[in-house]
């Protein structure tokens, strides 16, 4: 039996010193220019120093333009790196390993936010009486798939250059790549939508993108989804034979969770009991 105190060599030779992770929380405490500060770098300073081998950040942004709240933090091509050295470094004070989870909110932007509203359809969000705040989005094209792509690849590239030890891309809880894998916000009939693969489409060419911007030798996870918790959705088969997929272009570790802004089992309330039945 392996003791979870046991270093973890991962594929690209990344090596955690422990086997227990600190998930990502939406932290919610970027300064003004949507960077890290003091705040950030005192709660990370405190999480290293609880021992846990890899510290994965709340999810920071690609876009300035689309956020899902305010105090989101961004890194752009043109972002200042300084705020960024000081967070990685507040990580990596006791020892451990800490990537930066980066995310693309697509349709998840309040209107008050929202100026780039990016889905791969035009499907509304449908909550309720708080549908209301989210706008209908724009489909996108060709063109937008392929900022999207690149958009990942220098954010990843940008987080190693700050000092960061890996990125986990965030493909779950109903943002922009967990939107194109779920058949019930996905229904194009081009190469992005339709069967499992087209849908897997963007996601692997998003880390494939991102493998090649950082090298062979940087840590590469993705969140996925197990289940979408939506009945027609995102399942575990699908999230099965994904994790296949990742498996052939450089992903390092998959991080299983669930759920969506239209099913917030993320926030301690699944769909119904067989949700609920499933949680572990």
């Known amino acids: 039996m392996t003791a979870l105190s046991e270093p973890l060599t991962l594929g690209s030779g990344a090596v955690l ?47 300035r ?27 990596r004070a006791a020892g451990g390993r800490i990537w930066m989870q980066i995310n693309h909110p697509g349709r998840v932007i309040p209107k008050d936010l929202a100026r780039t509203t990016w889905a791969p359809s035009a499907v509304p969000i449908e909550v309720g009486g708080l549908s209301s705040m989210y706008p209908t989005p724009r489909p996108m094209g060709e063109r937008d798939i392929e900022e999207a792509v690149e958009r990942f690849a220098v954010t990843a590239r940008r987080a190693r250059e700050a000092g960061f030890d890996g990125v986990e891309i965030h493909a779950a809880h109903g943002y922009l790549l967990s939107q194109f894998l779920s058949p019930l916000e996905n229904r194009r009939d081009d190469r992005w939508g339709g069967s499992l693969a087209n849908r897997a489409r963007l996601l692997l060419d998003v880390v494939g993108a991102v493998r090649e911007r950082v090298g062979t030798d940087f840590a590469v996870g993705v969140k996925l989804n197990s289940a979408d918790f939506q009945r027609g959705g995102f399942d575990t088969d699908d999230a099965r034979d994904v994790i296949k997929m990742l498996a052939g272009v450089g992903a390092d570790l998959v991080e299983l969770s669930g759920g969506s802004i239209e099913s917030l089992a993320t926030a301690g309330a699944p769909a119904d009991g067989r949700t609920l039945a499933r949680e572990a």
């Open 65 to 91: 333009r689309a956020v899902a709240q305010p105090g989101d933090v961004v890194l752009e091509r043109d972002t200042p790196l300084e705020p960024f050295r000081r967070w990685a470094e507040a990580g």
């Open 17 to 63: 010193p422990n086997r227990i992770a600190k998930a990502a929380m939406e932290e919610l405490l970027a300064v003004p220019g949507q960077l890290p500060g003091d705040a950030l770098f005192t709660l990370y300073r405190r999480m290293a120093a609880g021992g846990a081998g890899l510290l994965l950040t709340g999810h920071v942004m690609i876009d």
